[in-house]
């Protein structure tokens, strides 16, 4: 499986950005599919995730109301997108797979087999 991240850029506070995550190499709907982002000299955080059909998502409190995960298991994408954008969502941000099932541990890095390679994220005043 592999996974390629885009979208992210400069901008300024309350500026909107949609994020995509190409899949390949495995079938999209079989994983579950997150969002993480890291910012310099923090870990690596949960933002969100959507289920196999996107029937469910969750979202890390800091994005909830904001952000709005969503899945295309025709074109094997996954999307971010990013509303009222705040200095500190800068970071860059990365699309995981989970191929786990009924064991996938949604916040849970670990619980995350294939990851993208990021794209960043910058939000200033």
């Known amino acids: 499986v592999q996974l390629q991240a885009s979208g992210g850029g400069l901008v300024q506070t309350g500026d909107s950005l949609r994020l995509a995550c190409a899949f390949s190499g495995g079938t999209f709907s079989m994983h579950g599919m997150a969002w993480f982002r890291q910012a310099p000299e923090k870990e690596r955080e949960f933002v969100a995730a959507?289920?196999?059909?996107?029937?469910?998502?969750w979202y890390a409190d800091s994005v909830k109301g904001r952000f709005n995960i969503s899945r295309d298991n025709t074109e094997n994408t996954l999307l971010l997108q990013m509303n009222s954008l705040k200095i500190e969502d800068t970071a860059t941000y990365y699309c995981?797979?989970?191929?786990?099932?009924?064991?996938?541990?949604?916040?849970?890095?670990?619980?995350?087999?294939?990851w993208g390679k990021g794209t960043q994220v910058t939000v200033s005043s």
């Open positions: 995981a797979a989970s191929p786990l099932g009924d064991r996938w541990n949604v916040p849970q890095a670990a619980s995350y087999e294939f």
């Open positions: 959507i289920s196999w059909v996107g029937s469910k998502a």
